[in-house]
């Protein structure tokens, strides 16, 4: 009973790090997406919000792409909402030009009002949710919110696969606006 138990932690603790591993990944690669595409700095709000998905709507946005139903099935069982954050320590450790990224720290909530409030002008952060994996860690959607003032968002997801141990994006949908 003893050993079963001590492997099923075991277990559980490898699956937690490999979550873990992926999760900063993904990150990474969205984060250095963003820079490249916006060629402007930023902020990254802490707060992981979640990622949308819905099976019916992601078939007829992405009519032609051909991805197992298996996977999306997996994507909406695995699409759980929590109240996590990114850590700051995994914003210290990206290696892009600091000039992107206004701030080390990823932003609270009150601290992105407080900058909408303060400066009364354009900005630019970005929240990035918290990924949705298939139970291989081998696809992923993640959604991202570029935040530009009070009222004013856009938003999109990005369908990514892992290739030879490295996450690459394969199409991005979900576009919206407000």
Not at 29 to 51: D, L, M, R, W
Not at 54 to 77: A, D, P, Q, R, W
Not at 115 to 125: L, P, S, V, Y
Request: a neutral charge; hydrophobic letters at 35%; aromatic letters at 12%.
């Amino acid at each position: 009973m003893k050993k079963a138990f001590k492997i099923l932690v075991l277990l559980i603790s490898i699956s937690s790090f490999s979550q873990n591993k992926s999760e900063n990944e993904v990150f990474k690669k969205i984060v250095g997406h963003e820079i490249e595409k916006n060629k402007s700095a930023f902020y990254i709000e802490c707060k992981k919000p979640q990622t949308s998905f819905n099976i019916k709507e992601f078939k007829i946005e992405n009519e032609g792409f051909v991805i197992s139903e298996t996977i999306l099935n997996e994507f909406e069982k695995n699409n759980i909402n929590t109240n996590e954050v990114w850590n700051s320590e995994l914003m210290k450790q990206l290696e892009f030009n600091s000039s992107h990224i206004i701030n080390t720290n990823c932003l609270t909530q009150e601290e992105t009002e407080a900058i909408f409030k303060d400066t009364n002008k354009r900005q630019n952060i970005i929240s990035i949710s918290k990924p949705i994996f298939d139970n291989n860690f081998e696809n992923c959607i993640v959604s991202t919110i570029s935040s530009h003032s009070f009222q004013n968002s856009s938003g999109k997801s990005y369908f990514l696969k892992n290739v030879n141990g490295i996450w690459t994006i394969v199409m991005e949908f979900n576009y919206w606006i407000s």
